[in-house]
């Protein structure tokens, strides 16, 4: 079965510092990966995929990731946080079955907090 | 750009007693999944339907049944509301004809039950 691990509960930044948020999946193929976006009480927005192909991903909002099949990774990044990135982030895993696509598997998500 | 729609927004239900989530997808998109999301959880995949069948099934209870209509909307229907059930549900939507693992979420439907 595959499975997402996202190692920080919570993360601090300070604006304009750089970030990386962690993400491992477990699983046998290729996966398919994404990172998703979730501000308080709202829906999850997509920020950026991985399917195949170039393995650093650049999503919305200056967010890009790297794939890393030896190390099973697939971290966010951003060179310079703004305020307004503080939220829930959501790495996940989806594979295919049937021809379609079965339901993502999310990670515990990591909770963003930028510091003035 | 369409977004997908979720209704109701908030609904709040006693113990026991039923409710009825409506989810319509994005223009042209024939796949649809619900998740539920519990308080400082993660979302957990209950169902998905393609073409009004049944695609995948995630945990979803016997309690809770689902089915995609003839229009692409769908409707999640839960019985016997217990007060774990209190969450907020997500229908998200894609489509095999456009990039296929790509699911565009709505904003959810708030339940709570007391």
């Known amino acids: 079965a595959q499975s997402v691990t996202q190692p920080d509960i919570h993360i601090t930044v300070s604006e304009g510092a750089s970030l990386e948020l962690r993400c491992n999946y477990s699983?046998?193929?290729?996966?398919?990966l994404f990172w998703y976006v979730q501000s308080p009480g709202q829906g999850l927005q997509l920020l950026l995929k991985?399917?195949?192909?170039?393995?650093l991903v650049q999503g919305i909002k200056g967010f890009e990731a790297e794939f890393k099949r030896s190390q099973s990774s697939f971290n966010l990044r951003k060179p310079s946080v703004h305020w307004s990135d503080a939220a829930e982030y959501f790495c996940a895993v989806g594979e295919e079955s049937g021809g379609g696509a079965d339901g993502l598997t999310f990670g515990k998500g990591t909770h963003l907090i930028i510091q003035p | 750009a369409a977004g997908v729609i979720q209704s109701p927004r908030h609904l709040i239900k006693e113990k026991r007693e039923t409710a009825t989530l409506k989810c319509y997808p994005i223009?042209?998109?024939?796949?649809v999944y619900w998740y539920q999301q519990g308080p400082g959880q993660d979302p957990q995949f209950l169902i998905s339907f393609y073409e009004k069948m049944q695609s995948d099934k995630g945990s979803i209870p016997d309690r809770f049944s689902a089915q995609q209509f003839s229009d692409y909307h769908s409707e999640l229907n839960m019985s016997s509301l217990e007060l774990g059930d209190s969450a907020l549900y997500f229908c998200a939507s894609s489509t095999r004809r456009g990039p296929l693992y790509e699911q565009y979420f709505g904003p959810g439907t708030r339940l709570t039950v007391t």
């Open positions: 699983y046998g193929a290729t996966p398919y």
């Open positions: 991985y399917f195949s192909g170039d393995t």
């Open positions: 223009p042209r998109h024939d796949t």
